[in-house]
């Protein structure tokens, strides 16, 4: 009997490919949580009729949730949850001036009925820690891999707590 290739579960989109040293800590969360993703370069602008085309064929591919990551005015996040009803989480980028406020709120900022969740500027890992938690609602497997996450994150902060107790007592 063949076994069937497994399909990515997350796309990571990007505006430009100059956006990949942000979003690269998406795909590299991702990774270590051992969840298949794909990466694509896409525009809401550049290329509509493909981002619109992806996006509307995304859940028939077999994805789950889409990433998109885009600075400036930002629209590719939007434009793809036009396009889906699939959760899509929106990852303002520093492309301008405007330091990523422009980008951030162009991603927040929108329509009733076309929801984006949107994590901080330059936050692709949040993004992936987002996706992986929606995943977890129905994969028992990473449910606990991001239990394990949590807790160490905690022994994190105590083990830095100590550190800078110790500090404090020595004067």
């Known amino acids: 009997m063949k076994k ?4 990515p579960r997350v796309a990571i989109l990007m505006g430009s490919d100059s956006d990949w040293d942000v979003m690269a800590a998406a795909a590299k969360r991702l990774a270590e949580f051992e969840v298949l993703h ?3 370069v896409t525009s809401a602008h550049r290329s509509p009729g493909e981002t619109a085309e992806y996006a509307s064929s995304a859940r028939r591919q077999g994805l ?3 990433i998109a990551g885009a600075g400036a005015a930002a629209h590719l996040a939007g434009v793809v949850a036009a396009h889906t009803t699939l959760p899509v989480i929106g990852v303002p980028l520093d492309a301008t001036s405007l330091k990523g406020l422009d980008s951030l709120l162009s991603t927040v900022q929108m329509p009733p009925g076309v929801p984006v969740a949107t994590v901080g ?3 692709a890992d949040n993004a992936a820690l987002l996706a992986l938690q929606i995943l977890a609602v129905g994969d028992d497997g990473i449910a606990r891999r991001l239990d394990r996450f949590k807790k160490d994150l905690a022994r994190q902060v105590a083990t830095k707590n ?9 004067g």
Request: aromatic letters at 0%.
């Open 4 to 7: 069937r290739k497994a399909h």
């Open 162 to 170: 100590e550190r800078l107790q110790a500090r404090l007592q020595r």
């Open 121 to 123: 500027v330059g936050a």
């Open 64 to 66: 789950e949730v889409i």
């Open 38 to 40: 794909e990466i694509k």
